[in-house]
C-alpha cells in the first residue's frame, strides 16, 4: 500500500484548499483514512479521518467546522477541503490508512503513510 498527498501550497488566510490522498493497492474500502498536521516544532496532531462509509467521519473540535472529508471508494482518493485557512492552519499535512472498519483519532493504529504536503496560511 502506498498513500500520496498532495493539494498543499501557499495561501492567504480565509483562503480553502482541498488536499487528496490517492490509495494505491488492493482493497481500498477495507482502510479507514486520517489526516494528520505537523506544524514545526510541535507534535503530529488529528485533523479527521474518515472510515470506508462516507457518512462516517470524525474531525478535531479545534477546526470549528471549518474542514470537510469525503472519499471517492471509486478513485481511491480521499479529499480535505479546508475553508477558512487560518495561519494556525500552516502545517505539513499527513495522510494516513488503517486496515479495518473503525477510524482512529490517534497515530499508532495507523499502517501507511503518505509523505505529507506543504500547507502554508499567510496572515
Known amino acids: 500500500v502506498q498513500l500520496q498527498a498532495s493539494g498543499g501550497g501557499l495561501v492567504q488566510a480565509g483562503a480553502s484548499l482541498r488536499l487528496s490522498c490517492a490509495f494505491s493497492?488492493?482493497?481500498?474500502?477495507?482502510?479507514?483514512v486520517g489526516w494528520f498536521r505537523q506544524a514545526p516544532g510541535k507534535e503530529r496532531e488529528f485533523v479527521a479521518t474518515?472510515?470506508?462509509?462516507?457518512?462516517?467521519?470524525r474531525y478535531s473540535d479545534s477546526l470549528e467546522g471549518r474542514f470537510a472529508l469525503s472519499r471517492d471508494n471509486t478513485r481511491n482518493t480521499v479529499y480535505l477541503q479546508m475553508n477558512n485557512l487560518k495561519p494556525e492552519d500552516t502545517a505539513v499535512y499527513f495522510c494516513?490508512?488503517?486496515?479495518?472498519?473503525?477510524?482512529?483519532?490517534?497515530?499508532?493504529?495507523?499502517?501507511?503513510w503518505g509523505q505529507g504536503t506543504l500547507v502554508t496560511v499567510s496572515s
Open positions: 494516513a490508512a488503517r486496515r479495518g472498519l473503525l477510524y482512529s483519532t490517534t497515530t499508532d493504529p495507523y499502517d501507511y
Open positions: 493497492g488492493p482493497s481500498f474500502i477495507d482502510y479507514a
Open positions: 474518515i472510515t470506508w462509509s462516507t457518512t462516517h467521519a
